[in-house]
C-alpha cells in the first residue's frame, strides 16, 4: 500500500491523486517512484476519466527535493520528469487542485495538467534559479506557451512566488477559490484535454517583427550578470527559453534536461544549496532544550540614531508596536523624517498602501523617558558603542521594565556578560546585532551571553524569525562572527596593499571579479576608518595590517565616505557621493609607509592570488572562531557574510568556497551536529 501518494476514487470518473511527503511534499525520487505507477494506472482505468493531483499537508508541492540532487539517479530512479511524461502519454483530463504552494517540480507537474485550480491563498513559483538550476522539468518549455516567452523568462529570472490571484491575472491558473480547491477542480472532470506540448510559444512581445526573438534573447543575456560572476544559471536557463520559442516541444524538451544536467552538476549551484539547507539549519542550536518562547506584543528601543530609528521601522515592520526612548529633540525630529520617508517611499513603490504605511509609522512612539518601557516585553539598546554608556542604561532598563522583559543591546564589538552583569536578569540579556541599515539588511547576529538562558536565546531566535530576518547564534566574543572575520579581511587587503597593490585593484578584484557586493577599502570607506581606528585602540592599540594606514588616514581628517575622502575620493557629482574614485595621494601614503618599514614590494601579484590571500584570510578567521566554539556550524558562518557583507551567494561562503578551492584550515569543517557554543 503506497502511502507517499494517496489514491481515492470520488465518484464520476474522477480520481485524486494526493501528494504526502510532509512537510512540503517535495517530490524526491521516491515519491516520482509511486506518482508514476499511480498515474499509468489512473491512465489504464477505464473507469477514470479525470485524474485530480492535489497535496497533503495544507500544501500542493515545493518541487523536486533538493537533497535528491547530489544523488547521481539510476536506470530505476524516477523523476518528476517521468510523471510529466506519464501524464502527456494519457489521454484522460488532468487537474492540478493547488492549496499551500505549487513550486518548481510542484508548479511544472500543474503545468503538465490540463487545468489548474487555486486556492486564494497558495503561491505559484518557479524559484530554481535561486539554487543556481532552471526549471528542469518543462518550465521552460510550458510556461512560455501559456503566457508569453518575454514574461515567463522575466518570472522565472526573478524566482518570485507569486500569489494565487496574480497567477490568475497572469494566466497561469484557471480559477482561485476560496474553499477547497479540491472540490472545485471536479467540475473540471471529463473537459477537453488542453496540453501546453501542443501549443506554440509566442514571444509576448510586439511590434518587433521578425528580429524580436533575437532582440529579447540578446537583451535578456545583457540584463543578468555575467556566467562566471554570479549569471551560470541565468544564461541557460535563456538559453532553454529560447529553445521554446524556436523548437518542438519535443526538441525543447530534450534541450532543456541538458542545460538542468550541466547544472545541477554545477560548483554555482552547489553553493547556492548549501546556501539554502545552511539557512534552514541556523534556527537548531545543538544542546538548546525545548522551550516556548516568550510572547513579544511590544517592544522598546533605546536611542534614536541610524541604527535605533531602523531598528524601529523594522518592528514596525512586523505589526509589533515599539517605543522608542530619545531624549535629543533634533535626534526626534530627524528619526519621524526618516521613519515617515521609508514608508511614503514604499507607499509611492506600490508595496504598502497608505492606510498600512500610515498605520505602522504611527506605531513607532518617541519618547524621552524609560519608564514609558515599564509594559514591553523586549528592549533593544542601540546607544553610543561605550561600556560605560551600556552598563548605565542596562541598569535603568533593569529598574523600569516589567521582571520577565528581554534586554538586547545592538552592541556589534562589546561584552555581552559585561552588560549583562549591570543587570539583575543577567538570564534575560542578549545581543540582537542588527546591520545597516537595519531596515533592509536581513542578518541578525544572536549573540548568546554566558547566563543568557535557554527561553531567552529561544525568544530571541523567535523574534528574529518575527522581524523576518535571517538570524545567526553566536557566542559573546570580540566582533562576534560577522566583524571579528572582517577585520582580518581587511587586514589582509590592507597587507596586499603595502605589497605594493593599489586599493583599486583590489577592490575591483574582489568585486568585479570575485563577486563581492563591494571591495574591502570601500567597505572600510562606508564603515567610517575612524570606527576601525577606534576598535582596533580598544584592542590594544595595534594597526590592521604591518603599517599604521588607517591611523594616519584618520589623523589626516580622512574617515571614509562621511567626509569624501578615506582610502578613496568621493565626490557628491559622481555616483551620488558613493563612488570610489582611486586618490594618487593615498597610494603614495602607502608605498611612503611601507618603504619606511622595510616591507618587500609585489605589486604584481595575480588576481586569483588577490583573491586567494582574501578568501584565505576569512576561512581562516571562520576556522578559528568554529575551534573556539564562537560559531556553530560552517553554514552559520558562510550564511553571515552572504547576508551580512556581501560575500557571493554562488561561492556559497567564505568556508564552503574553502572547501571547493581546497584550502581548509584546521576545525573549518567543524561538526556542528555535536557541537555547543561556548563564550571565548
Ligand atoms: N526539497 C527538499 N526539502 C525542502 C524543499 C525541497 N524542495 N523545500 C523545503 N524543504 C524542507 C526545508 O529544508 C525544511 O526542512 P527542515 O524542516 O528539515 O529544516 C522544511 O522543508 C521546511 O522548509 P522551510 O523551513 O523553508 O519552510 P517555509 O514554510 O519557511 O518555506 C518553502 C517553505 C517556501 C516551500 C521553502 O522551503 C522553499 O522555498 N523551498 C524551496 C522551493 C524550491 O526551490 N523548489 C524548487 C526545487 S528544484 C526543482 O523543483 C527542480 C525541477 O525543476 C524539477
Known sequence: MSNLIQTADTGDGVRVL????????????????????????????????????????????????????????????????????????????????????????????????????????????????????????????????????????????????????????????????????????????????????????????????????????????????????????????????????????????????????????????????????????????????????????????????????????????????????????????????????????????GRLSQEDAWKRANSIAFESDFSELSDVDVVVEAAFESMPVKKEIFAKLDAVTKPDCILASNTSTLDIDEIAAATKRPDKVLGLHFFAPANIMKLLEIVRGKETSPQTLTSGIALGKALRKVAVVSGNAFGFIGNRMLFAYEEQAVRLAEEGVTPARIDDVMKNKFGFAMGPFAVADLSGLDVYHFISQSQGGAPLGRIPIIAKLVEQGRLGQKTQKGFFRYDKAVGKGREAIPDPEVEQLIAQLAKDAGIPQNPNVSDDEIIARCTRALADSGAELLRTGVALRPGDVDIVWIYGYGFPPHHGGPMHYAAEVGYMPEGGTANAQTKELTHA
Open 18 to 349: 494526493t501528494l504526502n511527503n510532509p512537510p512540503v511534499n517535495a517530490l524526491s525520487y521516491a515519491v516520482c517512484g509511486e506518482l508514476v505507477p499511480a498515474i499509468a494506472a489512473a491512465a489504464a482505468d477505464a473507469s477514470v476519466t479525470t485524474v485530480i493531483f492535489t497535496g497533503a499537508n495544507n500544501t500542493f508541492s515545493a518541487g523536486a527535493d533538493v537533497n535528491d540532487f547530489a544523488i547521481r539517479p539510476t536506470a530505476e530512479t524516477k523523476t518528476v520528469r517521468d510523471a510529466i511524461e506519464a501524464v502527456e502519454r494519457s489521454d484522460k483530463t488532468f487537474v492540478a487542485a493547488i492549496e499551500g504552494n505549487a513550486l518548481g517540480g510542484g508548479l511544472e507537474l500543474a503545468l503538465a495538467c490540463d487545468y489548474r485550480v487555486a486556492a486564494t491563498k497558495s503561491r505559484v513559483g518557479l524559484p530554481e534559479i535561486k539554487l543556481g538550476l532552471l526549471p528542469g522539468a518543462g518550465g521552460t518549455q510550458r510556461l512560455p506557451r501559456l503566457i508569453g516567452a518575454n514574461e515567463a523568462l522575466q518570472l522565472m529570472l526573478k524566482g518570485e512566488l507569486i500569489k494565487a490571484p496574480d497567477a490568475h491575472a497572469k494566466g497561469i491558473v484557471d480559477e482561485v477559490v476560496d474553499g477547497d480547491p479540491v472540490e472545485a477542480a471536479k467540475a473540471y472532470a471529463g473537459k477537453p484535454k488542453r496540453r501546453l506540448s501542443q501549443r506554440k510559444a509566442e514571444l509576448g512581445v510586439a511590434n518587433l517583427g521578425l528580429f524580436a526573438t533575437p532582440f529579447v534573447v540578446a537583451q535578456a543575456h545583457m540584463m543578468v550578470p555575467p556566467e562566471e560572476n554570479g549569471g551560470y544559471a541565468a544564461h541557460k536557463l535563456i538559453d532553454a527559453v529560447q529553445a521554446a520559442i524556436e523548437l518542438p516541444f519535443e526538441r525543447g524538451w530534450a534541450r532543456e534536461l541538458r542545460l538542468f544536467m550541466e547544472l545541477v552538476q554545477s560548483a554555482p549551484s552547489a553553493a547556492l544549496r548549501h546556501v539554502f539547507f545552511a539557512e534552514r539549519e541556523l534556527s537548531k542550536v545543538p544542546g538548546l532544550p525545548k522551550t516556548e518562547p516568550l510572547p513579544i506584543k511590544k517592544a522598546g528601543v533605546i536611542g534614536a540614531g541610524t541604527m535605533g530609528t531602523g531598528i524601529a521601522i523594522v518592528f514596525a515592520e512586523a505589526g509589533i508596536p515599539v517605543t522608542v526612548v530619545e531624549p535629543k529633540d533634533e535626534a526626534v525630529e530627524k528619526a519621524r523624517e526618516t521613519v515617515f520617508g521609508m514608508f511614503k517611499y514604499q507607499v509611492d513603490k
